[in-house]
């Protein structure tokens, strides 16, 4: 293998290839437009495009694209070749500006929330010139941003690009009224943890819920699960090491800081996680690196599971969204230093955030709501679904020495000693962890735990963005009025902690005690999916994001409006794949295995030697009885189905499968796992779990 120092970022247009091949003019005033906002010209754009072409083309590059994320969670691409014919039966190589800066892919068959009609076909996609162009599977890839016709965002980044500037706007001015003169931007930074589960692909084209789904749909436990806590940071079995060092190499050509790899907690589970960077970055990583993950696993004969919950009893699969705010001069607002008590930048930054997330629960919790996620918030394998922050001791401390009138103490750590000699006294952080929370700081930043695995991160993102965002509105308004600005930096922090220290929690998550604590508190508990999708049209919801220009009403209705048809359609799939697999796969198997029972019992019968048939018979019985249960119970989720589907109402509807088909999917499950512990290995037709978890 190459050496890392030469292959990482050798795919990417970056800053260093921009140095080399654009004019310093061009270099100039591209970087101004990256940094500054400001317009860019036709005639800039016409020189960049003509250094990327020639770059692409001699890194072996036929197409371009302009690669996008539509409102399907997942990236989209047209490609283009770079071929323009000549008069003489040959080729020129072109690619302009104009090309490079808007393309118009087919709009009407992406989701618009009732935006556009389906005959309403045209979209643009334009250059979203801070992230930078990359090339993969032979086409350079330019990051864009999607709209419709009209204006409004059909996409992911736009709105993730209007909340990064629309918190730094609010940031600002919080540092100017402090008194910093040195930085001019504020940006939000993110490390997002992947997980997901790796399984042989010859067993998965055998499950057809696993095609379908990404989950599966059936299946019993296994003898052994998770409960010896063997698998957590295992050595890495072979097939999986040369996997993994693939997967590390593809994703440094891209430029992504693929830092940290390892085995996690259930079998065939495993985490990748990368360096800190840009929001707006940070998310087209992570979105390369869920599609590398799964592009590589091919190659080895395996098939990367990405969905949120793969298998029934079995711990599943988040992202762990590690965000934080720092300036264009390398301050991290979200760092304590030595002495935090005595740090009012810090401690104004952090209240900010607290007073935030406790205001917007509610939105922050719909972040990370999908069908997937459904099956682990509040199961004791990932945060609960009430939404609380964890600071850990030494903040929490200083927050109640707040309250009663002023910090005067951080309290500190100190050294840990192991008790031998000849190992090291280790430096102790000031706080400890909690992976039960689902919003902890974590020393410099904020983990958000919830955020599904299979999800873009963009859209957490830019709603804690903009709920942040006004916080420091808000702030940045008491600030610009004040007769002095450092007592009213105390008496906002202050209040803040007064006003919202019920959304702080240090213990355990998981308990029932914490649930009825959190009610006491008034903290929301959102049960679903579907419920949460409300806090997206909430009147508050809609204020201030119309205020600070990331999305309007029309484009907030719209995102209701697909968040609860996707879920009913996922929903949808899952049910009728439920049914396929009963009714083709599983009853028909059963039905073969208990005409073999029955002719074992009618064997030993005709035989005449007074054998004892009462273990068959019995077995008979048993798996008969079961097998009309399945049946009825396919025959009532048939029905429901059908119901559901006619629901007109997009709330109701999603309501329905949620509670109803759901309910009824689980029925059948049920009747067929509990099949499968009886019937003859020979005669299932789904590998099981043990295979599916075990086998590589």
């Known amino acids: 293998m190459s050496k890392i120092t030469d292959i990482y970022g050798s795919n990417v247009f970056n800053d260093s290839i921009m140095k080399e091949r654009l004019p310093k003019a061009t270099y100039k005033a591209l970087k101004k437009t990256m940094d500054k906002g400001s317009t860019l010209t036709l005639e800039v754009a016409d020189v960049v495009a003509s250094a990327m072409r020639d770059w692409a083309v001699e890194k072996g590059a036929t197409h371009f694209t302009h690669w996008f994320q539509p409102l399907t969670g997942i990236t989209a691409e047209k490609h283009d070749s770079f071929i323009n014919p000549t008069g003489d039966g040959k080729v020129l190589l072109e690619f302009s500006g104009k090309e490079l800066i808007k393309g118009e892919p087919d709009a009407s068959s992406f989701p618009s929330g009732g935006i556009r009609a389906t005959f309403e076909a045209r979209g643009y ?23 419709s016709y009209t204006g409004e965002a059909l996409d992911k980044k736009t709105p993730l690009l209007r909340s990064m500037e629309a918190l730094s706007i609010q ?29 042989d692909k010859a067993l998965y084209t055998k499950r057809k819920d696993l095609i379908y789904t990404g989950r599966t749909l059936f299946g019993a436990p296994a003898a052994k699960g998770q409960e010896l806590e063997d698998h957590y940071f295992g050595t890495l079995k072979e097939r999986i090491a040369a996997f993994m060092s693939e997967v590390d190499t593809e994703l440094w050509k891209l430029g992504i800081a ?37 592009k590589v696993a091919l190659r080895h004969d395996l098939v990367a599971l990405i969905h949120e919950k793969p298998f029934a009893g079995i711990n599943g699969s988040g992202k762990h969204n590690n965000w934080s705010m720092a300036t264009d001069d390398g301050v991290n607002l979200l760092e304590p230093g030595e002495t935090p008590h005595d740090n009012a930048q810090f401690l104004l930054f952090l209240t900010s955030v607290i007073k935030a997330v406790d205001e917007y629960a509610e939105l922050l919790r719909f972040s990370a709501a999908n069908a997937g996620n459904d099956h682990r918030l509040g199961a004791n394998e990932a945060p609960p679904a009430i939404i609380s922050i964890f600071l850990g001791e030494q903040l929490e401390d200083i927050l109640e020495q707040i309250e009663k ?13 192991l008790g031998v000699d000849t190992l090291p006294s280790l430096p102790k952080d000031a706080t400890d962890r909690n992976r039960t929370s689902p919003f902890a700081f974590t020393g410099n930043k904020f983990e958000f735990r919830m955020v599904p695995s299979s999800a873009s991160i ?43 220290k019920k959304v702080i929690f240090n213990g355990n998550g998981y308990s029932d005690e914490w649930v009825e604590e959190a009610e006491k508190r008034g903290l929301p508990n959102v049960k679903s999916t579907v419920e949460a999708t409300k806090a997206l049209i909430a009147d508050k919801t809609i204020e201030i994001f119309e205020k600070h220009n990331v999305l309007s009403k029309v484009e907030l209705e719209s995102r209701y409006e697909i968040s609860l048809e996707n879920y009913s359609k996922v929903l949808n799939i899952e049910a009728l794949a439920t049914l396929e697999i009963a009714k083709r796969q599983i009853i028909p198997a059963v039905i073969k295995f208990s005409t073999s029972l029955a002719g074992s019992v009618a064997a030993v019968n005709a035989a005449g030697v007074g054998a004892d048939v009462s273990v068959q018979a019995d077995l008979l019985k ?4 079961l097998t009309t249960t399945l049946k009825n119970n396919v025959v009532i989720l048939e029905e429901t189905l059908a119901k559901t589907a006619a629901i007109v109402d997009t709330y109701e509807q999603a309501y329905a499968y949620r509670y109803d088909v759901f309910e009824k999917m689980q029925a059948v499950r049920a009747a067929a796992d509990t099949l499968e512990t009886m019937v003859d290995a020979e005669f299932w037709p789904l590998p099981t779990y043990g295979e599916l978890l075990f086998n590589i």
């Open 125 to 147: 996609t334009a250059w979203d010139c801070t992230s930078p162009a990359f090339i993969k599977d032979g086409t350079l890839c330019i990051p864009t941003a999607f709209c």
């Open 171 to 199: 940031a600002m001015r919080v540092l100017k009224a402090l008194g910093n003169a040195s930085a001019t931007k504020v940006i939000t930074t993110v490390g997002p943890e992947q997980e997901y589960f790796i399984i």
């Open 258 to 294: 693929a830092k940290t790899k390892h085995n996690e907690v259930a079998p065939a589970q495993h985490e990748i996680a990368p360096i800190f960077t840009t929001t707006n970055i940070a998310t087209d990583h992570n979105q390369l690196t869920m599609e590398t993950i799964k």
């Open 405 to 417: 009138g002023g910090a005067t103490s951080s309290k500190t750590a100190g050294l840990l000693s």
């Open 458 to 500: 963009a859209g957490p993102n830019f709603i804690l963005n903009t709920i942040v965002a006004e916080s420091l509105r808000e702030i940045a308004d008491r600030l610009e009025k004040a007769a002095s600005v450092d007592t009213e930096v105390q008496a906002i922090i202050t209040e803040i902690v007064k006003d919202h």
């Open 622 to 625: 048993e798996v008969s009885s």
